[in-house]
């Protein structure tokens, strides 16, 4: 991926910045690739692999500068993709982090899983993007190609103002990966700042490339991240609600799972997700007193009104133009 794709970001990213590639303690021949092929490209070398989250908090922590741009190592980028999101963040002081709108390198007339052209939850957690209802993933027709505020900026490629991450502490490293940019994004939000997605900037994301769709560990990091950041970030008049209704929903998810699906090992990942939450729930005590404590007196709630499992499966809304309460 390296080799593939860092070209791309080197041709269309240096005049506007520097391109620093942090190592999570790769055991193939990345390191001797980079010195190799790209000599010119500041290395940081963190010495083993400490997930998505702990590894850019690392990383970053060694760089001075007023923007971050977080991007993966499979995106292919585009001429002057920088230019309108550094332009945007500099004439919005009050928005925290943007996106581009993201799109498939194996179908490029249509948006990408991992992002989309923005993303939103709904009242229990789940997450969803203009473009992308769970598995339902649109053609790009230019029909998301406004710039619009959203609850989260996809972690794939996020430009975020480098001290308003430190301000709210950065990406969550207890997450290890997954999840850990939608509670950045809704932390900074809670904190009253805005994240959007400017459009006018896109790239292309493979997706799925460190760890693919499908793979246990992925379900067991989303479902466990996500009761995470709900127990972090909900409202505190929600909270008990919410948690049920999702403690429904989440064995309701396992079992179809395994009954529908035949598949053996998200069931028992869902069930050790939900184990896991319970166990270091507690750990969390103190990081949701501080991000309640950010709230404002009748502060609006950041989720979307609508609950999205009916809206998708009983109303057959499959994309967020169609959602009773969607806004473009």
């Not at 390296?2 to 990213?13: F, G, I």
């Not at 070398?45 to 922590?61: C, P, V």
């Not at 207890?174 to 459009?199: N, Q, T």
């Not at 499908?214 to 008049?237: A, E, H, S, V």
Request: proline fraction near 4%; include cysteine; aromatic fraction near 14%.
């Amino acid at each position: 991926m390296l080799r593939q794709y860092l070209p791309t970001v080197l041709q269309h990213s240096s005049d506007e910045g520097t391109v620093y590639v942090a190592d999570n303690g790769s055991t193939d021949d990345s390191l001797t690739l980079l010195r190799e092929q790209f000599p010119s490209v500041p290395l940081i070398e963190l010495g083993r692999n400490w997930g998505f989250a702990e590894g850019y908090n690392r990383a970053l922590a060694q760089i001075d500068a007023e923007y971050y741009l977080l991007l993966n190592s499979d995106i292919e980028t585009t001429p002057h993709w920088l230019t309108p999101l550094l332009a945007f963040m500099d004439t919005h002081p009050e928005v925290a982090a943007c996106q581009p709108k993201l799109l498939s390198l194996t179908s490029r007339d249509h948006f990408e899983y991992a992002g989309a052209s923005g993303g939103f939850l709904d009242r229990y957690g789940y997450p969803f993007c203009r473009g992308r209802l769970f598995e339902t993933v649109e053609q790009d027709q230019g029909q998301y190609n406004t710039t619009a505020p959203v609850l989260w900026a996809t972690g794939a490629a996020l430009l975020v103002r480098a001290c308003v991450y430190k301000e709210v502490g950065g990406l969550d490293a207890r997450f290890f990966a997954h999840c850990e940019e939608i509670d950045l994004c809704w932390r900074m939000m809670i904190k009253g700042y805005s994240v959007y997605c400017v459009p006018e900037s896109h790239v292309f994301h493979l997706g799925g490339g460190t760890l693919p769709k499908g793979n246990p560990m992925k379900t067991f990091l989303n479902f466990r991240n996500n009761l995470t950041m709900l127990y972090k970030c909900l409202p505190q008049r929600d909270l008990r609600r919410v948690m049920f209704v999702r403690w429904l929903l989440d064995y309701v998810a396992a079992w179809q799972m395994l009954l529908l699906q035949h598949n053996l090992g998200d069931f028992l990942a869902v069930y050790r997700a939900r184990r896991a939450f319970r166990r270091w729930r507690k750990d969390f005590d103190k990081d949701r007193q501080e991000i309640q404590g950010w709230r404002k007196e009748g502060q609006a709630d950041e989720r979307m009104p609508l609950f999205l499992l009916w809206q998708y499966y009983a109303k057959g809304k499959k994309t967020f133009k169609e959602l009773s309460s969607g806004r473009q």
